[in-house]
């Protein structure tokens, strides 16, 4: 209908220049244009007409207005005007045709694959058109981008889909030759996370206009799909993990299904959920790290009955269970219950220990847990790398005083540089009353303490959940969420409680207790620097232990929950990462280590090597160079030949002197990203089009792109005037202008 009113398809108006062909200056236009309205309106307002004197000054107005337009029309018409386009020059320019040909294609909508469907369209409308005007190049497009001779060649078996590398190559090229256009057939799944601004850049240089047309629903009708498994990369022992599992789904709503945690071929956990509209929804599920080492974690949704894409309802993530203990320092300023009952919990946890300084009287220490006679001989450490040697710190019912500057400094140090974990307890010396409302405590503390004495009451109080604290893994006492809560509501009372004061703005608080009616926050945490600081105002848990029957191990599992908590994130001096930890189709990825001397400042000049162990157990050795501009980081490039998981155990020396290791993993998977949003990308088809001045089309609009084609700036091109004076629409307006005065002059009785 545009062309049919227009002349001319509306990529002509949309690249081209509005010009004049007409000899007469514009002047005498616009000076013609505004003589002939004032005329007329001399006429009509000021002669003695019998328009003037039949009608009111406002219907005057309009017709004034409708006969200066007729006017207006007929004067521009006289200057000839013209649309001035670039257009490409037939037969000497190239147009690229690129298809894509990865699995994605080889998806059948109604009846036919996406692939037969572009292969069909091309043979019957696109290319006996455009061979007539162009030189035509056939490309197909998975992982890469290729010449074909014929369409004969494509499969539809790519296990990848770069559109931006393939693009970027044909840029390339353009720059020797002449390429005029470029056409796009694909679903638009890209599986490269989209198209650089950097190719877009290029091809908008070039002037190379990117035509797409889109192929395949843009929604699948019946489908559940995992989009995305967000799981630490790295667990203690036994500890238990959460993974937040995000889920897409079209067809299922309100349906149940079944998600499954397998580890080793075994499965780990397993719950319900119910399916729901409205985008993506996030469901977490919690599962045990078990032993140490290396493992797979698959994650999958159990297939629905008629789902049309079973594929994309699993991933797989590769977990490292470290199976060192963390060491933790427990300072406690005079023997109580809750030292003897927190010692006791977690005693036989494989993944802690805690070594202790008591204050049994004034000038006496008893020690535990520790490794050698020398261990704290002397009391508190006094240098912070002595203290480093500790991933934990917990500070019981001990005042401020008892630690010197130098140590109060220390431990600052061991929270800020360090990265490790400061744990608060409540005590008769503790907090307000231990006079930790002073630098560094102040700062360290996840709380403003309140300005006063006394903030510890030795009353029977009741534990409470907040509702982070309910899906927070420190307070889960059973494997279940739901479980967990109701049992800390049946928790005996707490012996005693300490008023902490007002958490701070990026505090979380865990768990609260009421007094008088007044919450009053009991477990709050927050991080500080490179770790972490919590307080448990209370020195009185053991009640857990103590009231309830043996076989109850609430009390046990919170304080290990805690304390792993406390220490489980504490790095090492060599901390390692990879740049991707799932490489999809492309195995390039960058090893980075961070490495700190025995003082956790950064270090140059280390040795740091890579063994990177692959899926066969075959291995190779890495060396690790240091970044100019980054003290301390360390950095390598390699390429993961094939699929599987893979380990990197980077280590780090000074001479001879090791200063530490760390294990980082990662997984290659060719293949597996086509199987995940297999639906049309036309969001991606229609942001490339219009970026690089081409045009989006779907199947049925495509008969349309060879008119439309030869309008672009690149290739070999000539300027051409198309004339707008004789337009179907430009009659059709003068005819509408001289219908609607008619029609009004017949309605207001002036004809």
């Known amino acids: 209908m545009f062309e049919f009113l227009f002349k001319y398809p509306a990529s002509v108006f949309s690249k081209g220049t509005f010009v004049l062909l007409g000899s007469w200056p514009k002047w005498v236009l616009v000076a013609g244009i505004v003589a002939s309205a004032a005329l007329l309106a001399w006429v009509i307002w000021r002669g003695s007409t019998r328009l003037a004197r039949s009608v009111t000054k406002a219907r005057a107005a309009v017709l004034w207005m409708l006969q200066s337009a007729t006017i207006a029309v007929l004067l521009l018409r006289r200057w000839e005007p013209a649309i001035s386009v670039t257009a490409l020059r037939p037969q000497q320019n190239i147009v690229a045709v690129v298809l894509d040909d990865s699995n994605s294609m080889g998806v059948r909508d109604s009846g036919s694959t996406r692939e037969q469907q572009a292969i069909e369209l091309l043979n019957t409308r696109l290319l006996p058109e455009l061979r007539k005007q162009y030189q035509v190049r056939l490309y197909r497009l998975d992982s890469s981008l290729k010449r074909i001779p014929d369409l004969q060649q494509l499969r539809a078996s790519g296990t990848a889909t770069q559109l931006g590398a393939g693009l970027r190559q044909l840029a390339d090229e353009a720059a020797t030759l002449p390429v005029g256009s470029v056409i796009l057939l694909s679903d638009g799944a890209d599986n490269s996370g989209g198209i650089g601004s950097e190719t877009m850049a290029e091809l908008r240089r070039r002037r190379l206009p990117v035509n797409t047309v889109g192929f395949g629903r843009e929604t699948l009708a019946h489908d559940v799909e995992i989009s995305e498994v967000e799981l630490p990369s790295s667990a203690l022992a036994n500890s238990r993990l959460q993974a937040a599992v995000r889920i897409r789904q079209n067809g299922f709503d309100g349906k149940r299904a079944t998600m499954v945690v397998t580890s080793g071929g075994n499965v780990v956990a397993s719950r319900d959920v119910t399916l729901v509209d409205g985008g993506q929804q996030l469901e977490n599920i919690e599962f045990d790290a078990g032993k140490s080492g290396v493992k797979d974690v698959e994650v999958k949704i159990q297939p629905l009955p008629g789902e049309e894409n079973t594929a994309n309802n699993r991933v797989t993530r590769v977990l490292s269970v470290d199976g060192t203990k963390r060491r933790i320092l427990y300072v406690e300023g005079e023997p109580r219950w809750e030292y003897k009952f927190l010692r006791r919990a977690v005693e036989d946890d494989p993944a802690l220990e805690v070594v202790s300084m008591l204050r049994t009287t004034q000038n006496k220490i008893y020690r535990q847990g520790i490794s050698n006679v020398n261990e704290l001989l002397d009391g508190f450490p006094l240098k912070p790398e002595d203290l ?272 530490g290791s760390d294990v980082t993993t990662f997984r290659r998977e060719d293949g597996a990203a086509e199987n995940f949003r297999r639906e049309q990308n036309r969001e991606l088809l229609q942001k490339l089009a219009d970026q690089t001045g081409g045009h989006y089309y779907s199947g049925r609009d495509a008969k349309k792109l060879p008119s439309e084609i030869s309008f672009s700036e690149a290739g070999i091109t000539a300027r051409e005037n198309k004339d707008l004076w004789n337009m179907p629409a430009v009659f059709l307006i003068l005819l509408g202008i001289r219908s609607t005065e008619w029609l009004l002059r017949r309605r207001w009785g002036v004809v």
């Open 388 to 659: 480093f040697a500790y991933q934990g710190l917990i500070l019981g019912s001990v005042e401020s005083g008892f630690f010197t500057r130098t140590q109060q400094e220390a431990i600052r140090e061991f929270v800020d540089r360090r990265g490790g974990g400061l744990l608060f307890l409540g005590g008769r010396s503790s907090l307000s009353d231990g006079d930790y409302n002073v630098p560094p405590f102040s700062e360290l503390l996840p709380v403003k303490l309140p300005g006063r004495k006394n903030t510890f009451h030795r009353d029977l109080a009741a534990a409470e959940l907040t509702e982070p604290g309910k899906k927070s893994l420190i307070c889960r006492i059973e494997n279940d969420a739901e479980k967990s809560a109701d049992h800390w509501n049946v928790l005996p009372y707490l012996a005693d409680y300490q008023d902490p004061g007002t958490p701070k703005a990026g505090a979380v608080v865990l768990a609260q207790t009421n007094v008088g009616g007044k919450r009053v926050p009991l477990l709050v945490t927050e991080n500080y620097g490179r770790g972490r600081t919590g307080v448990f105002a209370t020195g009185g848990s053991w009640r857990w232990r103590m009231q309830q029957p043996v076989a109850d191990i609430s009390q046990e599992t919170f304080w290990r929950q805690l304390l792993r908590w406390t220490a489980g994130g504490t790095p090492s001096r060599v901390v390692a990462s990879p740049s991707e930890t799932e490489l999809n189709d492309n195995g390039r990825i960058e090893l980075r280590a961070e490495v700190r001397d025995k003082s956790y400042l950064p270090t140059s000049g280390a040795d740091v090597q890579a063994r990177i162990i692959e899926p066969d157990g075959s291995a190779e050795t890495v060396p690790l160079r240091a970044q100019a501009l980054s003290p301390g980081v360390y950095g390598a490039s390699w390429t993961a030949p094939k699929n599987g998981s893979y380990v990197a155990e980077i280590s780090a020396k000074s001479g001879e002197t090791a200063l």
